[in-house]
């Protein structure tokens, strides 16, 4: 079992920046990649980017490329989420996860963490 703990969220006016950390309990040998999702209020939950953990390849959605940077420390077993630029419409629970195969989408994430929230305002 690994758990999956975020930290980091906040309140930020629009353009400023906010950096994510998700510890987790074990890494490289249970895991094949980390990713951040965000779900906001009466929406469905939207993976926003995913590192491979082997080879720390990384992908973005089209709404944050430019603006966001994932990153990890495996020495630290830590994932990273390096927000620029946020927008109000960025304004969304963000989760960790974890897939021991895949972080295609949220129904192949084997792990989540509990959330951090992060609210841009105008």
């Known amino acids: 079992q690994v758990q999956l703990v975020e930290s980091g969220g906040g309140s930020v006016q629009a353009g400023g920046s906010l950096r994510l950390s998700c510890a987790a309990s074990?890494?490289?040998?249970?895991?094949?990649?980390m990713a951040w999702f965000r779900q906001a209020p009466g929406k469905g939950r939207e993976r926003v980017a995913r590192?491979?953990?082997?080879?720390?390849?990384?992908f973005y959605a089209d709404s944050v490329k430019g603006r966001f940077t994932i990153s990890q420390d495996k020495a630290k077993n830590t994932m990273y989420l390096q927000m620029s630029g946020l927008q109000p419409e960025d304004t969304a629970m963000y989760y960790c996860?974890?897939?021991?195969?895949?972080?295609?989408?949220?129904?192949?994430?084997?792990?989540w963490g509990q959330g951090t929230q992060v609210t841009v305002s105008s």
């Open positions: 996860a974890a897939g021991r195969t895949t972080c295609l989408g949220a129904s192949f994430i084997n792990y």
């Open positions: 074990a890494y490289t040998d249970t895991l094949a990649c």
């Open positions: 590192i491979g953990i082997r080879d720390g390849s990384a």
